[in-house]
């Protein structure tokens, strides 16, 4: 069971790197680069329960977050970070020019559903015409018995 007592909290700086790199859609091998490590070394900091302090700069630097957001993840708190601190990343920079969102993910994905909706909608009404046709062919067959 999860607290929400701050020091209570276990944190677990790598899985935490991991998680927000992961939500940026940043690969291993961009961070690293970006961040002048090799990728095995991310994978490595990615297990570490703790990462100094000056890695941690780092890393934040290149996924363009605070690093309060590693060492305090929570997943709802990092979406509204990242989602104001990202728009401001530097333009040009490798992990930028990997990740430059153009739309409100939030509203793709809604945007996803209601096309879905839709889909689903014709398709159960064709299937009710089919069933209809069907019925009507068996009363034909009944009655010509």
Same mark, same amino acid.
């Given at each position: 069971? $999860?607290?929400?007592? %701050? +020091?209570?909290?276990?944190?677990?700086?790598?899985?935490?790197?991991? /998680?927000?790199?992961?939500?940026?859609?940043?690969?291993?091998?961009?961070?690293?680069?970006?961040?002048?490590?090799? *990728?095995?070394?991310?994978?490595?900091? $990615?297990?570490?329960?703790?990462? !100094? !302090?000056?890695?941690? $700069?780092?890393?934040?630097?290149?996924?363009?977050? %605070?690093?309060?957001?590693?060492?305090?993840? =929570?997943?709802?708190?990092?979406?509204?970070?990242?989602?104001?601190? +990202?728009?401001?990343?530097?333009?040009?920079?490798?992990?930028? *020019?990997?990740?430059? @969102?153009?739309?409100? %993910?939030?509203?793709?994905?809604?945007?996803? @559903?209601?096309?879905? #909706? $839709?889909?689903?909608?014709?398709?159960?009404?064709?299937?009710?015409?089919?069933?209809?046709?069907?019925? /009507?062919? #068996?009363?034909?067959?009944?009655?010509? =018995?």
């Amino acid at each position: 069971m $999860e607290t929400d007592i %701050p +020091f209570l909290r276990k944190t677990h700086h790598g899985r935490n790197v991991k /998680a927000l790199r992961d939500m940026l859609g940043i690969k291993q091998e961009v961070l690293a680069k970006s961040a002048g490590i090799t *990728q095995q070394y991310v994978s490595v900091l $990615e297990a570490q329960e703790k990462i !100094d !302090d000056e890695m941690l $700069e780092k890393l934040a630097n290149v996924l363009h977050i %605070p690093v309060d957001a590693i060492k305090n993840f =929570n997943e709802e708190k990092a979406v509204n970070i990242i989602s104001n601190t +990202f728009q401001d990343a530097v333009a040009g920079s490798d992990v930028t *020019q990997y990740n430059k @969102c153009t739309f409100n %993910p939030v509203d793709k994905i809604i945007e996803l @559903c209601e096309q879905n #909706a $839709e889909l689903y909608k014709k398709l159960l009404e064709e299937k009710e015409a089919q069933i209809t046709l069907l019925k /009507a062919i #068996a009363e034909k067959l009944k009655g010509k =018995n």
